[in-house]
Every structure is written in structure tokens, then in C-alpha cells.
């Protein structure tokens, strides 16, 4: 991978990654699209490469949730425990699953699958607009978290927004706005951790994995990551404005005209 290639498809990539990991619109979602768009491998790992800028976002999150990550080890550790129990079903289907989610994304129906998520997405988003403004908030608490780590299960695939899609669980099981969103980009670092975990010991299992990649192809990956972080902390400060204005709506529109976008390119056989 040429050097000048890998730098400037890292800045698109690692902006757009941070930019989209906090609204609720899919990071992942956007970065298999632009790998096709862009075509951008990075020696056939961009799982690996996907998961770092990943850990961009996260620095982004510990930035601007330092305190409240230590208030999560304050007794009687309540919140805590209900993170732990909401990242379990995420953390079982990736291990499970992960490998069979990655190939049908990226295989021939790929891009149907990750429009059909972007669509879902969007009545998920729709949905959690117009209850909030009907229902009366509840304390957050178990019933909300756990509807929350379940549906970020399903968010392991592609175009379903993981922030979107936790906090739309989140609101419609009668979680208080503010909480539940507090708690999805929490609920972002065990799964980060983990999946860098993950790829960091396939890493070390075979060595090749990391020639495959090259010292572009990892200066790349450097420069993604501090693009992630910076634009994901600035996404972090802006979504949290919007949650308080609680209007999902255009955000959703977005989703659906992308779907809908996606499609048709990809029967015409443009995006493939």
C-alpha cells in the first residue's frame, strides 16, 4: 500500500469514524461503505484496521467521561454491575459470530444487508423520538440496561448504529434520555476494549497478519486514530446537546435516504 495512499484514506476514514461513532448513525456502517467506496484494505485487515480507529473514539469517550468512569467504582457499584451485565450478550455473539457477520457483510450481498440495517436504524430512532415525548421517564436502572446490551448484540452488524440503536432500547423500555445516553457511550468501552483485545492476540497467533499490513499500512492506521479521537470528541459534545432537544427525527431521515441511496446504486451496479 503506497504511503500517500494510506495517509490520506486514513484521514477520511478515522474522521469519518469519529464523527459517526457518537451520533447514532453506525460508524461501522459508513466505514464498510467507504472501504468499498475507497478501496481501502490495508493488507486485507481492515477488521483490524476498523477496530484501532475504534480506539480512537474510545480515548475520545475517556475524555469526556473521565468522571464519570470513576464514579463507576464508587459503592454500591450499581451502575457498574449493570455495565458489566449489558456488555455479556455483545461479548458472546462477537465471539461466536463475529467472523460470519464480517463475511456477509462483505460478501455479495454486503451492501443489502448494511442498507436494510441503516433502514432499521432509522424507525429504531423514529420510535424513540415519538415515545419520549408521550411516556414519562423512569430512573435508569436493570430493566433499561439490559434491553440495552442485548440490542447492542445486534448492532454488531453493520449500518445498525450501536449508539443509536442502545439509546432508541434504552428510551423505549422508559429510561430517562440523559441516563440512557450517558450510559451507551459507557457502554462503548468494554466492547472496544474487548474487540481490541481480540485483534490484538490474533495479532501475536499469526505474525503475518502484521507484514500483510506494512509500515504504510500502520503509519496509516497511527494517523487514523488521532483523527477518530479528535473528531469522536468533538461528536461526543455534540450529541450530547442533541439528546437534550431530543429530536432524532433528522437523523433518521439521513438513515433512511442513505438506505434507500445504497440500493439503488448498488442495483445499478455502482457501488458493489
Known amino acids: 500500500m503506497e504511503f500517500f495512499t494510506a495517509i490520506w484514506q486514513s484521514i477520511v476514514l478515522g474522521t469519518v469514524q469519529g464523527l459517526t461513532e457518537f451520533l447514532p448513525v453506525s460508524s461501522s456502517g459508513h466505514l464498510a461503505l467507504l472501504h468499498r467506496i475507497l478501496g481501502a484494505d490495508f493488507g486485507g485487515n481492515t477488521l483490524f484496521f476498523d477496530i484501532m480507529l475504534h480506539v480512537g473514539t474510545l480515548a475520545a469517550v475517556v475524555a469526556v467521561f473521565w468522571r464519570d468512569i470513576l464514579d463507576l467504582f464508587k459503592k454500591p457499584f450499581k451502575t457498574l454491575l449493570i455495565l458489566i451485565v449489558a456488555t455479556i450478550p455483545a461479548g458472546v455473539v462477537g465471539l461466536l459470530f463475529n467472523d460470519w457477520i464480517d463475511s456477509v457483510t462483505n460478501g455479495q450481498y454486503g451492501i443489502i444487508v448494511i442498507s436494510c440495517c441503516f433502514a432499521l436504524t432509522a424507525v429504531l430512532l423514529l420510535l424513540a423520538e415519538n415515545v419520549s415525548k408521550k411516556r414519562?421517564?423512569?430512573?435508569?436502572?436493570?430493566?433499561?440496561?439490559?434491553?440495552?446490551?442485548?440490542?447492542?448484540?445486534?448492532?454488531?452488524?453493520?449500518?445498525?448504529?450501536?449508539?443509536?440503536?442502545?439509546?432508541?432500547?434504552?428510551?423505549?423500555?422508559?429510561?430517562?434520555?440523559?441516563?440512557?445516553?450517558?450510559?451507551?457511550?459507557?457502554?462503548?468501552?468494554?466492547?472496544?476494549?474487548?474487540?481490541?483485545?481480540?485483534?490484538?492476540?490474533?495479532?501475536?497467533?499469526?505474525?503475518?497478519?502484521?507484514?500483510?499490513?506494512?509500515?504504510?499500512?500502520?503509519?496509516?492506521?497511527?494517523?487514523?486514530?488521532?483523527?477518530?479521537?479528535?473528531?469522536?470528541?468533538?461528536?461526543?459534545?455534540?450529541?450530547?446537546?442533541?439528546?437534550?432537544?431530543?429530536?432524532?427525527?433528522?437523523?433518521?431521515?439521513?438513515?433512511?435516504?442513505?438506505?434507500?441511496?445504497?440500493?439503488?446504486?448498488?442495483?445499478?451496479?455502482?457501488?458493489?
Not at 448492532?155 to 440503536?165: E, M
Not at 434520555?177 to 490484538?200: D, E, N, Q, T, W
Not at 500502520?218 to 461526543?236: E, H, L, P, Q, Y
Open 136 to 272: 414519562e421517564a423512569q430512573p435508569f436502572g436493570w430493566k433499561h440496561g439490559i434491553c440495552m446490551g442485548v440490542m447492542q448484540a445486534f448492532a454488531l452488524f453493520p449500518g445498525l448504529s450501536r449508539s443509536g440503536s442502545t439509546i432508541a432500547a434504552g428510551v423505549l423500555s422508559g429510561g430517562e434520555r440523559k441516563s440512557v445516553a450517558h450510559f451507551s457511550f459507557l457502554m462503548s468501552i468494554p466492547v472496544i476494549l474487548g474487540s481490541a483485545l481480540v485483534s490484538s492476540l490474533d495479532l501475536v497467533k499469526d505474525p503475518t497478519l502484521v507484514t500483510s499490513i506494512g509500515a504504510s499500512g500502520f503509519v496509516g492506521i497511527a494517523v487514523g486514530v488521532v483523527f477518530a479521537a479528535v473528531s469522536g470528541f468533538f461528536a461526543v459534545k455534540f450529541m450530547l446537546r442533541i439528546i437534550e432537544k431530543a429530536n432524532y427525527k433528522w437523523f433518521s431521515l439521513y438513515l433512511a435516504v442513505l438506505a434507500v441511496t445504497c440500493i439503488s446504486l448498488y442495483a445499478a451496479g455502482v457501488l458493489v
